[in-house]
């Protein structure tokens, strides 16, 4: 599977709090440029044996592509749903300044380089 150059990546939650503290914490990592909370949604879905319907909340999150694995670690740890919804869908095409900020924003450090250390990451 080839790994998409852009992505957005969709989780939700069953609260505006969860929802807000998951968007500040994969930005904050400088795994997501960007994170966009919406809700409340209703969402019916079949969990256990039955059909349930829940208020939730929606998160967006704009990504690169080379960061995807580490935003889904990072969503499966702060999240406290068993099964986490995290589907990435592939940015097809953008706007070439707003997809160079993603990048900027995501991008891994060079770990040779103290200073461009992220935030909560072991320096050399």
């Known amino acids: 599977m080839t790994v998409a150059e852009w992505l957005s990546v969709l989780t939700t939650t069953d609260s505006r709090e969860k929802a807000l503290e998951l968007a500040r914490g994969a930005v904050d990592a400088r795994l997501a440029a960007c994170a966009q909370v919406s809700g ?22 704009k990504t690169a592509g080379a960061r995807y694995a580490d935003l889904e670690a990072h969503l499966k740890a702060a999240h406290d749903y068993e099964t986490p919804e995290i589907i990435a869908t592939a940015v097809v095409r953008g706007s070439a300044e707003y997809l160079a900020w993603v990048g900027e924003e995501t991008a891994l450090p060079d770990s040779a380089d103290p200073d461009t250390a992220l935030p909560g990451s072991a320096g050399p």
């Open 40 to 61: 409340p949604v209703a969402s019916v879905y079949w969990w256990e044996g039955a059909t349930e319907t829940a208020e939730e909340w929606q998160v967006v999150f």
